[in-house]
């Protein structure tokens, strides 16, 4: 059954990245829901060894881009090359010809660079010149930025944002975990291995998206989920404050996403059917990075988890 390997994987990954269970879980969580994610975070969280961890728990080919202000899209996707044997040009497929793609530090690419990841999350595809190359069927992007710098750096446009399925903070672990690493590192400098899992088949995969798609959602959730998208596009009706804070909602994507995540949640757990719960777990990191605040929230310091967390307390629960 592929809800089993998928138990075995959560128990790997949280065995190989201490400290991170919101980033092992919604990692799973993407890859069910056949998304994309966002992390931010300071240095050292663990973000290229996650996904590293994933793609030895999963059957696919990992790569790792690292984005430079002088990286050009060609660099990404591929070029056609002259071949002077034959006289003709020949594709060499670039790095994003992976199954799982590090997208390190993407705020630090161009906007050519950006718009060239674009097409290949949304469409599944990229093009050269005027054909265009089917990625493979298994496509999962996790984009790291780092919070603490923005000398050097191109922010994210709201149409690039939008296509991330979700977007995650993370923060730096317990001083307890802190001891948990210490002791692991040293472990693995002495062992020169890492733990080891049996990866789940592609298949697997495929089937497991299959089955989160057929969970049952019933109607008034259905309804909760639009009220949820609603109160962001039309927040007078629901407070001055929210009205306030808000200058635009999210899209017609977040709807979907958040029912691709609440379901994959679900199935995570065992369940056939999503609750309200689902939807509320997975609310802030899928409408985070899609709501455009205005210009007195940002003065008053009132962040989008302020925003999203009065919404859901404001929005009844059927």
Not at 97 to 108: G, K, M, T, Y
Not at 134 to 150: D, G
Not at 247 to 257: C, D, H, K, Q
Request: aromatic share 6%; with cysteine.
């Amino acid at each position: 059954m592929p809800l089993s390997r998928f138990h075995s994987l959560r128990t790997y990954l949280d065995t190989v990245i201490l400290g991170q269970p919101v980033l092992t879980e919604n990692l799973l969580i993407a890859l069910v829901a056949d998304g994309h994610l966002l992390v931010e975070g300071p240095p050292g969280l663990a973000k290229t060894r996650a996904v590293k961890a994933l793609c030895d728990g999963v059957e696919g080919e990992f790569h790792r881009i690292q984005f430079t202000p002088d990286l050009l899209p060609a660099d990404l996707t591929g070029t056609d090359i002259y071949r002077q044997q034959t006289g003709t040009f020949e594709f060499e497929a670039g790095p994003i010809f992976h199954n799982l793609i590090l997208a390190d530090e993407i705020n630090r690419a161009p906007a050519k660079v950006q718009s060239a990841l674009l097409e290949a999350m949304a469409e599944g595809q990229v093009t050269v010149g005027k054909t265009s190359y089917p990625l493979p069927k298994l496509f999962l992007v996790m984009a790291t930025q780092n919070p603490l710098e923005n000398e050097g750096t191109y922010p994210l446009p709201e149409a690039q944002l939008d296509r991330f399925l979700m977007h995650l903070n993370l923060d730096y672990p317990s001083a307890e975990t802190e001891c948990l690493i210490l002791r692991q590192s040293r472990k693995e400098a002495i062992s020169h291995q890492l733990p080891t899992i049996e990866p789940v088949a592609q298949s697997d995969v495929f089937a497991a998206r299959d089955e989160a798609l057929e969970i049952y959602l019933a109607e008034p959730l259905e309804q909760y989920i639009v009220e949820i998208v609603m109160a962001t596009r039309q927040p007078e009706r629901y407070s001055p404050e929210l009205a306030k804070w808000l200058e635009y909602g999210v899209s017609p994507r977040a709807t979907i996403s958040l029912e691709r995540c609440a379901r994959a949640r679900a199935w995570l757990q065992g369940r056939d059917f999503v609750s309200p719960e689902d939807i509320q777990a997975v609310a802030p990191n899928v409408l985070r990075h899609r709501l455009l605040l205005s210009y007195q929230a940002q003065a008053e310091g009132v962040s989008a988890e302020r925003v999203i967390s009065s919404i859901l307390s404001q929005v009844a629960v059927p």
